[in-house]
């Protein structure tokens, strides 16, 4: 039974920081793993992947502001989140893709998380 689990959002002023997690089980380690979210309204969108290898992907919206990674096991998964602006305002979900390589569309995700509430104001 696949599990992810989300922790870490909250509400910060422009400006400020946070640091997502995800912890996954019941999944092989050794599959690309990607953050998502999604604002009121709109399409959920990738924000980060990184892949079996380590490499990693960002949107242009949040390169040079975020960082995607993952602890050796592949069991937790992160995002650290610096300069966040009220447009980073979402739910952020992290998911897990049947793929090894990286990619970065929903579609390609098999499984999800619950979501956890990202507020910049």
């Known amino acids: 039974h696949v599990q992810l689990v989300e922790s870490g959002g909250g509400s910060v002023q422009a400006g400020g920081s946070l640091k997502l997690s995800c912890t996954v089980s019941?999944?092989?380690?050794?599959?690309?793993l990607g953050w998502f979210r999604q604002a009121p309204g709109k399409e959920r969108e990738g924000v980060a992947a990184i892949d079996d290898d380590g490499a990693t992907t960002y949107a242009d919206s949040v390169k040079g502001r975020f960082t995607i990674s993952k602890d050796n096991t592949g069991n937790t998964l992160s995002l650290q989140m610096n300069s966040l602006k009220p447009e980073d305002t979402a739910i952020y979900y992290c998911?897990?893709?049947?793929?090894?390589?990286?990619?970065?569309?929903?579609?390609?995700?098999?499984?999800w998380g619950q979501g956890t509430q990202v507020t910049v104001s």
């Open positions: 019941g999944y092989y380690s050794s599959y690309c």
């Open positions: 998911a897990a893709s049947r793929f090894w390589w990286l990619v970065t569309r929903p579609s390609e995700y098999d499984f």
